[in-house]
C-alpha cells in the first residue's frame, strides 16, 4: 500500500507576495494514480484492518455523486474486496458517471430512501443491510472513523519532511481529513478547514469527537471557516466557477468545485482581511476529488460556457 509523496508547488498569488505571504500547494491529487487525495488516506487503515479481521466485502455509504463511493469501488479490485456502496435516495436509470463508474469497478449498489439513510447508523438498520449482503467491513459515510485519522496524520510527517511551514489549510467534508491532520501536528502549527457545506457549524463538535477518540487530546491550534461554502454542497456558482477557470489559467492546476475551489477561493480571500501573520508559509492541500466534475457538469451543463477536460 504504497503511496508516493505528494510534489509541493508555489503559487505566485498577488494577494501573497502584498501580504509577504509563501503560499504552497500540496498536490496530494497527485500522489496515487488510483486513489488521489485524502480518500486514499482515510481507506489506507481502514483496508489494513478489513484484512486483519478476515473480511472480503466492504460496505460504506455515500450521495449519488460521492467521491468516497466512487474511491471505496476504485479500490475494492486494486486490494482484493468485494464493494457494496449504500447510495441516499431512489434509484436512477442510467446511471450517473459516478455511479457508473463505481459499478464498472464491480462495486453493488443498493440504495435507501432518504429517511432511512438518516438512519443508516443505527444497530437495525446496519444489521439488516448485512443480512442482505453477508458479513461486511463497515466504512462510515465520508470514510471518518479513527482508522482514517492515522493516514490523514502521515501527510503532516511527509509535508514537514519537505518544508517548514505555518499553516496547514484543507477542505472539510465530514471533518475526517482536518481531524487527522490535527492529530499529526500535535498542538504545533496552525490548521485551516475550509467547510463544503452549508450550516457546517457541527463539524467542530465532530472534529473534536474524532481527535479525542484516536489521541485523548482536544486541540486548539484550529479554525473552521462555515462562510466560504457558496451555495452548499454541490450547489452551482457562477463566481466558483469563474474562479477556478482562472485558478487553472494561472497555475495549471484544476480544482474540483465541491471541496478545492472553495478552499483557494477562501484561502485568497482570507489573505486579504490579513488573516496570517505576514512572513509566514501557508499550505493548502489538493485533496483530489476531480471525478466530482463528471456529476456536476451532468447537472449543470445549461449553466456555464466553460467545463474542464478531466481526466
Same mark, same amino acid.
Given at each position: 500500500?504504497?503511496?508516493?509523496?505528494?510534489?509541493?508547488?508555489? &503559487?505566485?498569488?498577488?494577494?501573497?507576495?502584498?501580504?509577504?505571504?509563501? /503560499?504552497?500547494?500540496?498536490? $496530494?491529487?497527485?500522489?496515487?494514480?488510483?486513489?488521489?487525495?485524502?480518500?486514499?488516506?482515510? @481507506?489506507?487503515?481502514?483496508?489494513?484492518?478489513?484484512?486483519? &479481521?478476515?473480511?472480503?466485502? #466492504?460496505?460504506?455509504?455515500?450521495? +449519488?455523486?460521492?467521491?468516497?463511493?466512487? %474511491?471505496?469501488?476504485?479500490?475494492?479490485?486494486?486490494?482484493?474486496?468485494?464493494?457494496?456502496?449504500?447510495?441516499?435516495?431512489?434509484?436512477?436509470?442510467?446511471?450517473?458517471?459516478? /455511479?457508473?463508474?463505481?459499478?464498472?469497478?464491480?462495486?453493488?449498489?443498493?440504495?435507501?430512501?432518504?429517511?432511512?439513510?438518516?438512519?443508516?447508523?443505527?444497530? !437495525?438498520?446496519?444489521?439488516?443491510? /448485512?443480512?442482505?449482503?453477508?458479513?461486511?467491513?463497515?466504512?462510515? !459515510?465520508?470514510? *471518518?472513523? %479513527?482508522?482514517? /485519522?492515522?493516514?490523514?496524520?502521515?501527510?503532516?510527517?511527509?509535508?514537514?519532511?519537505?518544508?517548514?511551514?505555518?499553516?496547514?489549510?484543507? +477542505?472539510?467534508?465530514?471533518?475526517?481529513?482536518?481531524?487527522? #491532520?490535527?492529530?499529526? #501536528?500535535?498542538?504545533?502549527?496552525?490548521?485551516?478547514? =475550509?467547510?463544503?457545506?452549508?450550516?457546517?457549524?457541527?463539524?467542530?463538535?465532530?472534529?473534536?469527537?474524532?481527535?479525542?477518540?484516536?489521541?485523548?487530546?482536544?486541540?486548539?491550534?484550529?479554525?473552521?471557516?462555515?462562510?466560504?461554502?457558496?451555495?452548499?454542497?454541490?450547489?452551482? *456558482?457562477?463566481?466558483?466557477?469563474?474562479?477556478?477557470?482562472?485558478?487553472?489559467?494561472?497555475?495549471?492546476?484544476?480544482? $474540483?468545485?465541491?471541496?478545492?475551489?472553495?478552499? @483557494?477561493?477562501?484561502?485568497? $480571500?482570507? &489573505?486579504?482581511?490579513?488573516?496570517?501573520?505576514?512572513?509566514?508559509? =501557508?499550505?493548502? =492541500?489538493?485533496?483530489?476529488?476531480?471525478?466530482?466534475?463528471?456529476?456536476?457538469?451532468?447537472?449543470?451543463?445549461?449553466?456555464?460556457?466553460?467545463?474542464?477536460? =478531466?481526466?
Amino acid at each position: 500500500m504504497t503511496h508516493a509523496f505528494s510534489p509541493l508547488v508555489t &503559487l505566485l498569488e498577488p494577494a501573497a507576495a502584498r501580504h509577504n505571504i509563501r /503560499l504552497l500547494l500540496l498536490r $496530494d491529487d497527485l500522489a496515487h494514480p488510483a486513489l488521489p487525495g485524502n480518500k486514499w488516506r482515510k @481507506l489506507k487503515y481502514n483496508l489494513l484492518e478489513a484484512h486483519r &479481521l478476515g473480511h472480503d466485502t #466492504l460496505l460504506t455509504f455515500g450521495g +449519488a455523486y460521492s467521491n468516497h463511493l466512487a %474511491a471505496v469501488a476504485a479500490a475494492g479490485p486494486l486490494h482484493g474486496f468485494q464493494t457494496v456502496g449504500v447510495v441516499r435516495g431512489e434509484p436512477t436509470l442510467p446511471l450517473n458517471p459516478t /455511479l457508473a463508474g463505481a459499478q464498472a469497478h464491480g462495486m453493488q449498489l443498493r440504495y435507501l430512501d432518504r429517511a432511512t439513510y438518516r438512519r443508516k447508523t443505527e444497530p !437495525e438498520v446496519l444489521a439488516e443491510l /448485512l443480512q442482505e449482503v453477508g458479513p461486511a467491513y463497515v466504512i462510515p !459515510e465520508g470514510g *471518518s472513523n %479513527a482508522l482514517a /485519522l492515522p493516514g490523514c496524520a502521515e501527510l503532516v510527517a511527509e509535508l514537514a519532511a519537505k518544508t517548514d511551514f505555518d499553516y496547514l489549510c484543507v +477542505a472539510c467534508g465530514t471533518g475526517g481529513t482536518l481531524a487527522g #491532520l490535527l492529530t499529526g #501536528l500535535a498542538g504545533t502549527r496552525q490548521a485551516v478547514g =475550509v467547510a463544503a457545506l452549508k450550516n457546517a457549524d457541527f463539524l467542530r463538535a465532530d472534529i473534536d469527537a474524532l481527535t479525542h477518540a484516536d489521541t485523548g487530546a482536544t486541540y486548539t491550534n484550529w479554525q473552521l471557516h462555515t462562510s466560504y461554502h457558496l451555495g452548499g454542497y454541490a450547489a452551482y *456558482s457562477a463566481e466558483l466557477m469563474a474562479f477556478i477557470r482562472q485558478f487553472q489559467t494561472r497555475h495549471g492546476v484544476l480544482l $474540483d468545485p465541491l471541496y478545492t475551489g472553495k478552499l @483557494l477561493y477562501a484561502i485568497l $480571500d482570507l &489573505l486579504e482581511q490579513d488573516y496570517f501573520a505576514p512572513g509566514s508559509t =501557508v499550505v493548502a =492541500v489538493h485533496t483530489g476529488g476531480l471525478q466530482g466534475w463528471q456529476g456536476f457538469r451532468q447537472r449543470f451543463e445549461s449553466r456555464s460556457a466553460w467545463w474542464p477536460t =478531466v481526466g
